[in-house]
């Protein structure tokens, strides 16, 4: 089974709100990234998977040269997703038996946030669990599928 997911979208400003109140946002250009968690995963896919957003090279320069958001300081909004791992292969419902409970998924993206703010990322969040609504201008559209 594949490890951490991440849905990675090229971004000029992204948000989230819970009941109506902000708790992150990022104006780009940067990174708007779902991440989610599954029951093999551990603190060593957390960190890679950090080093992966902030070096992958996803915006392009005046000069051809692609850049990733370490070469220009661009911002990240790291925001849990459990879905990523529903499955709905079978029947109409997705099944969410492949996705991390709480307690094991929670410290590894908190751990993927850690990470990224060590490297030198300015990191904004959603709220682990919470009804959450993501706002963003996707720059492209652009986007990406990264497992780890």
Same mark, same amino acid.
């Given at each position: 089974?594949?490890?951490?997911?991440?849905?990675?979208?090229?971004? @000029?400003?992204?948000?989230?709100?819970? /009941?109506?109140?902000?708790?992150?946002?990022?104006?780009?250009?940067?990174?708007?990234?779902?991440?989610?968690?599954?029951?093999? *995963?551990?603190?060593?896919? @957390?960190?890679?998977?950090?080093?992966? %957003?902030?070096?992958?090279?996803? &915006?392009?320069?005046? /000069?051809?040269?692609?850049?990733?958001?370490? /070469? &220009?300081?661009?911002? %990240?909004?790291?925001?849990?997703?459990?879905?990523?791992y529903g499955d709905a292969r079978k029947g109409r419902r997705p099944t969410w038996n492949a996705a991390a409970p709480g307690p094991l998924a929670e410290p590894l993206v908190d751990a993927v946030v850690a990470e990224l703010?060590? %490297?030198?990322?300015?990191?904004?969040?959603?709220? &682990?669990?919470? /009804?959450?609504?993501?706002?963003?201008?996707? *720059?492209?559209? &652009?986007?990406?599928?990264?497992?780890?």
């Amino acid at each position: 089974m594949a490890g951490m997911r991440a849905v990675v979208q090229r971004v @000029a400003e992204a948000a989230v709100t819970v /009941d109506g109140e902000p708790v992150g946002a990022i104006e780009g250009p940067g990174l708007c990234v779902l991440v989610g968690v599954t029951h093999q *995963d551990t603190p060593a896919q @957390a960190a890679q998977l950090a080093r992966k %957003l902030w070096s992958l090279r996803l &915006f392009g320069g005046e /000069d051809g040269v692609e850049r990733s958001c370490s /070469d &220009f300081g661009g911002p %990240l909004l790291v925001i849990s997703q459990f879905t990523l791992y529903g499955d709905a292969r079978k029947g109409r419902r997705p099944t969410w038996n492949a996705a991390a409970p709480g307690p094991l998924a929670e410290p590894l993206v908190d751990a993927v946030v850690a990470e990224l703010r060590a %490297l030198g990322a300015e990191v904004a969040t959603g709220r &682990f669990g919470a /009804d959450m609504k993501v706002s963003l201008v996707n *720059d492209g559209p &652009f986007t990406v599928l990264l497992e780890v």
